[in-house]
């Protein structure tokens, strides 16, 4: 039988392991640099070893494409309960994130009805058992005071909205922020913040387009929501979603917190399109800004990249844009994107697989990220020759369009989940095998 695992508090540890069952060869990153190795599999679909490589054995050798650990996806609405449907479901999501690359998510709490309590909670996982291609850890709102204790318990992390969004009416009072800290930092989950103060919002606007989007709900409020964090103790394990602005995480940087950026705002701008399939909360900025924002990414002063998959049907996008919602789709296109900006030369290889893989699995407390001992060996194999252009057509979304339409991305061939292929030359063959997963460790602060 297998010895128990043993973990430290700030992440598993290489441990004793059963049998070799499988042996992958290939070029992966060793501190930062491509170099052949063999990743041994154990039964249990974990990484038992890291080795040289040497010719013979059962091994398979995946020759000039490269091995990188399977992504984490911190921010993802995947729909369920409530719908629509017709824009995205569990089980849809996480084909979709599978064939980006990705084997856990974490699944927002902005649904119809939100997920508020235990209750919400338990309901969700039964949604997922039996219907998802990969693993999912599910956020809480900590808006209902009694049900915090129960709450704590069931859910993975908690997502606390500022600013009002899709499902999300009446954000509290910013004075009712400060005390909510202070009570969040005595529990022991993770906490998103979507940064948005609305006292800073131009309601009195009607836009039109994503530039009249970015007046109406400024930069000024994203500054203003983290006026209102600083506040927060040292000892809650803070994490802001969707940063925007360059001077925003400078500011969270040097106060040793974690965020993440999306794609949009790092590859998109507020003159990128003109319709409301490129409204987002928050919204797209100024060329400028977001040219800054992609330049600290690549230095790799970003922490986390996270897609905020937020797909709405077409139909809903071509209301006037004023009632049109927000919120596009990103989790299959996420990763390929990005390995096409490497390939492109513009990205480091090893600045993605960090803000991708490393760190979104380490803020979740997952032995998920890295291509090390103990770790589960969740990886995806890229083959940079093949470049292609994305197209609504080939992604797997019900929503069926996508803001990059004709963007450069190079998709993963294979993608494998607990030592298993779940996709195999682009096409998804896994099973409904992904369960939900609560935090196992805790990252130490600003380590994200
Ligand atoms: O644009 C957005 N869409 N921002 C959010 O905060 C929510 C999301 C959604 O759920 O549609
Ligand atoms: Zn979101």
Same mark, same amino acid.
């Given at each position: ?18 049998? $070799? ?40 050798? $995946? ?49 119809? &009805? &939100? ?25 809480? =709102? ?28 009446? %954000? ?7 005390? /909510? ?21 131009? =309601? ?24 209102? /964090? ?35 705002? /790092? ?6 399109? =003109? ?50 919602? =927000? ?84 998709? %993963? ?7 298993? %292929? ?6 998804? $063959?896994?099973? %409904?095998?992904?369960? $939900? ?12």
């Amino acid at each position: 039988m297998a010895p128990p695992v043993r973990r430290r508090r700030d992440g598993p540890t290489a441990r004793p392991s059963t049998e $070799v069952a499988s042996v992958l060869a290939g070029r992966t990153l060793v501190r930062g640099r491509l170099e052949p190795v063999e990743i041994a599999i154990d039964g249990e679909g974990k990484i038992h070893s890291v080795g040289r490589t040497r010719p013979g054995g059962p091994r398979r050798d $995946v020759g000039e494409a490269v091995i990188l650990p399977a992504a984490t996806d911190l921010h993802v609405h995947f729909r369920e309960p409530g719908g629509p449907a017709d824009a995205e479901t569990i089980p849809t999501g996480t084909i979709g994130a599978a064939l980006g690359g990705i084997t856990l998510v974490g699944d927002m709490p902005n649904t119809e &009805p &939100p997920i508020v309590d235990a209750d919400g909670v338990a309901d969700k996982a039964a949604r997922v058992r039996g219907r998802a291609a990969i693993d999912l850890l599910l956020y809480a =709102s900590p808006t209902q005071p009694r049900a915090l204790e129960r709450l704590a318990r069931a859910a993975g992390a908690f997502k606390l909205y500022l600013g009002p969004t899709t499902g999300i009416g009446d %954000p509290p009072p910013a004075e009712e922020v400060p005390p /909510l800290l202070r009570r969040l930092a005595g529990i022991d989950l993770p906490l998103t913040v979507h940064a948005e103060d609305p006292r800073q919002f131009r =309601s009195d606007r009607r836009p039109h387009d994503p530039v009249g989007w970015n007046d109406v709900r400024p930069l000024a409020a994203e500054a203003a929501a983290l006026d209102l /964090l600083a506040t927060a103790p040292d000892g809650l394990r803070l994490h802001v979603a969707h940063l925007t602005g360059v001077g925003s995480a400078e500011r969270l940087r040097a106060a040793g917190r974690s965020f993440e950026v999306t794609p949009m705002h /790092l590859l998109l701008s507020d003159r990128s399109g =003109s319709d409301a399939r490129f409204k987002v909360n928050p919204p797209l900025r100024a060329e400028s800004e977001r040219r800054s924002l992609w330049d600290a990414f690549r230095r790799g002063e970003v922490p986390c990249l996270a897609s905020d998959h937020a797909p709405h049907p077409l139909a809903a996008k071509e209301r006037p844009f004023d009632r049109a919602p =927000s919120g596009m789709p990103g989790v299959e296109t996420m990763v390929p994107l990005l390995l096409a900006r490497v390939r492109a030369g513009e990205l480091s290889l090893d600045v993605l697989v960090r803000a991708a893989c490393d760190r979104p699995a380490r803020w979740l407390g997952q032995p998920l990220g890295r291509i090390a001992p103990g770790h589960r060996a969740n990886l995806m194999v890229v083959d940079f020759r093949a470049r292609e252009p994305l197209t609504a057509k080939t992604l797997h979304a019900p929503c069926g369009w996508t803001p990059y339409e004709g963007w450069e991305a190079i998709r %993963p061939r294979e993608v494998w989940k607990d030592g298993e %292929p779940i996709v195999r030359d682009g096409e998804y $063959v896994g099973r %409904p095998s992904g369960e $939900v997963v609560r935090p196992e460790y805790a990252p130490g602060r600003g380590r994200g």
